[in-house]
């Protein structure tokens, strides 16, 4: 399998360590896309047999999502990306219950796809309320109860986070949010494929994925809307997905989420132990040359492949150069009279001497022990020139 993936990317020059921005297309992902862009062209919306074949494709698809989340078929929507989803939860959910009141909670560490469509929606009428969260990243279900008011209509809270990887209190939140009959979204792009969501057990009304984020290509996602949940359209036009969200399908990408579903479910437990292995033998390196280092996140909490670290005093340049021999990701983006840190970060009150250096590595399902000692040395060379 190794050698196939070869073919399509270098994870060894530099050290692949980004699997949180995004994930090689896994070649048995691959193999199964391949018939749908030579030889099963069809229109889903066909009746003839062209058609009959890639209509099949997709309902073959949403089961294997939905058997990943453990829900119900015609409760999984195509989308475009996990960034499509997110806004058609929340716009669509917002504009259809509008009536029923014009407030939404969502917190401080959301993605920008999450944060930028509270900041429209506000616009439009809406008021936000934006909760803090810990040192650790980690968001308090009571102060989601204290912020629920009669106007509240739905909360949206991530179910894992995309740079330090802390997994949030989902189920209390969910279990608070229906005790007021208030929807609950949670965006799960960084989470499904990487430990087990449940949305039954979880509780969770709407929830987005994202496919490039598990093996999947690019450009394309999942929207899981819960039974009764009712969306105002986000695409107009004809009545592909069962009518909520129209235009031709991606037969091809989703096909591909559909086989990445399928791997996800078949190995995560076996793929969480990997990377919870790859993840500790760089932290343990990491710490043994470092002792000043700083560990962002939860502990315990947390996602089994992502290390977030800060390293005070490190300056840009130096990151700079670090990046050429190991791709990971900054926590902040040096600019010529300034320096801006992430979201997460400043929520999460890291001071500036340590989130000026900070670096995401993340782990996947391709990364080997050797990749992680190759990092190492790279590393520990750079910051100690």
């Not at 991530?158 to 929807?183: F, L, Y």
């Not at 150069?321 to 970060?345: K, M, P, Q, W």
């Not at 995401?360 to 990092?375: C, K, N, V, W």
Request: proline share 4%; charged share 20%.
């Amino acid at each position: 399998m190794k050698q196939v993936l070869s073919k399509h990317i270098n994870l060894s020059n530099p050290v692949y360590l980004d699997y949180n921005a995004t994930t090689p297309v896994d070649p048995r992902v691959v193999e199964k896309m391949l018939p749908y862009l030579l030889e099963h062209f069809g229109n889903p919306s066909s009746a003839h047999d062209y058609g009959v074949q890639t209509r099949k494709a997709v309902q073959k698809a949403r089961q294997q999502v939905a058997n990943l989340i453990n829900c119900e078929p015609e409760e999984i929507v195509f989308t475009g990306s996990g960034t499509e989803s997110n806004n058609h939860a929340l716009r669509g959910y917002a504009f259809a219950h509008r009536k029923d009141g014009n407030h939404i909670i969502t917190t401080a560490i959301e993605h920008p796809a999450i944060l930028k469509v509270c900041e429209y929606l506000k616009n439009q009428g809406f008021e936000i309320t934006v909760l803090p969260v810990d040192k650790y990243g980690l968001v308090d279900p009571k102060d989601v109860e204290n912020a629920l008011k009669l106007t509240t209509i739905l909360i949206s809270v991530m179910h894992a986070n995309n740079e330090v990887g802390t997994i949030q209190p989902i189920k209390e939140i969910s279990e608070i949010a229906h005790q007021h009959q208030v929807a609950l979204h949670c965006d799960a792009a960084q989470s499904v494929g990487k430990i087990p969501v449940d949305v039954q057990d979880l509780g969770i009304d709407l929830l987005s994925i994202a496919g490039h984020k598990l093996y999947a290509p690019k450009g394309v996602g999942a929207l899981y809307i819960r039974t009764g949940i009712e969306l105002e359209k986000f695409m107009l036009g004809g009545g592909q997905e069962n009518e909520r969200r129209a235009g031709t399908e991606n037969i091809l990408e989703i096909v591909g989420l559909g086989k990445a579903a399928e791997i996800a479910g078949e190995s995560i437990e076996r793929e969480m132990l990997h990377n919870r292995k790859m993840r500790d033998l760089l932290w343990e390196g990491i710490r043994a040359e470092f002792p000043d280092v700083k560990l962002n996140g939860h502990p315990e909490r947390c996602l089994p492949n992502t290390l977030n670290v800060s390293f005070p005093g490190l300056d840009e340049f130096t990151l700079l150069e670090v990046f050429v021999d190991i791709a990971a990701s900054a926590g902040a983006a040096c600019h010529s009279d300034n320096i801006s840190i992430s979201t997460v970060l400043q929520a999460m009150k890291v001071p500036l001497e340590y989130a000026r250096g900070t670096i995401r590595f993340s782990t996947g399902r391709f990364t080997t022990e050797q990749h992680i000692l190759d990092a190492l040395k790279k590393l520990i060379s750079t910051i100690k020139m």
